[in-house]
């Protein structure tokens, strides 16, 4: 079955939706640059929300390794995502297990060196975009990835939505996908139905897969 990672949490009852639905990974934006930025203090508060078993997950771009293991002992956080080039120390420093980002754009993704990813916890492939983290609504080219495996778990990101997550997950049959702006009505606010039309189309398409 999928796994469905919601990102850019700002509220507890979008939290408590998402578990409610059946999403196994829940993210918080870390990121000075997002318009979904939580402190540690709020994502501690609307993480409280989660339900057992449901990871949580801190996104961050260039803050530095202070201020995200403060985070992850604050809220507290299950995993790290990190959308800069992953270097050997990161792997060390990062106080729970990694999420590497691999940012598609023109060439390819741009993967971190493989000794290093076979240390990460998984794999996220997302578009690129300079100095953002997720939520641009905005897809790449799936082809880029298709038929390739690599030595960790892979989720697909950027532009995801109940229209075209089907597509997604047939072509690259990832281990799980990550939606942010594809099931909200603004910013940081997730929309109910939306988010329920993208677990329904996950779930449609892992059926059809079977």
Do not use: Y
Not at 102 to 126: M, N, Q, S, T, Y
Not at 131 to 150: C, H, M, P
Not at 182 to 197: C, F, H, L, Q, V
Request: net charge neutral; with cysteine; charged share 25%.
């Amino acid at each position: 079955m999928t796994a469905i990672k919601v990102c850019g949490l700002t509220r507890a009852e979008d939290v408590a939706l998402a578990c409610a639905e059946g999403v196994s990974w829940l993210g918080f934006n870390f990121s000075s640059a997002s318009p979904r930025r939580v402190s540690a203090e709020t994502a501690r508060e609307i993480a409280a929300a989660a339900t057992p078993g449901v990871l949580r997950v801190g996104v961050f771009v260039e803050e530095t390794w202070d201020a995200i293991s403060d985070a992850a002992r604050r809220v507290p956080l299950d995993l790290v995502q990190i959308h800069r080039p992953l270097k050997s120390g990161d792997v060390a420093k990062s106080p729970v297990p990694l999420i590497a980002v691999a940012h598609v754009g023109e060439g390819g993704p741009h993967l971190p060196e493989i000794g290093l990813l076979g240390r990460c916890r998984a794999l996220l492939f997302d578009r690129l975009e300079r100095g953002r983290a997720g939520g641009t609504g905005l897809a790449f080219d799936w082809g880029v990835i298709v038929d390739r495996t690599f030595p960790v778990a892979v989720l697909v990101a950027g532009g995801m939505n109940a229209e075209n997550v089907a597509e997604a997950i047939a072509r690259v049959r990832p281990w799980g996908v990550d939606v942010t702006s594809g099931i909200e009505s603004a910013p940081g606010r997730k929309d109910p139905e939306k988010m329920r039309r993208f677990v329904e189309a996950v779930r449609r398409a892992d059926a059809a897969a079977a």
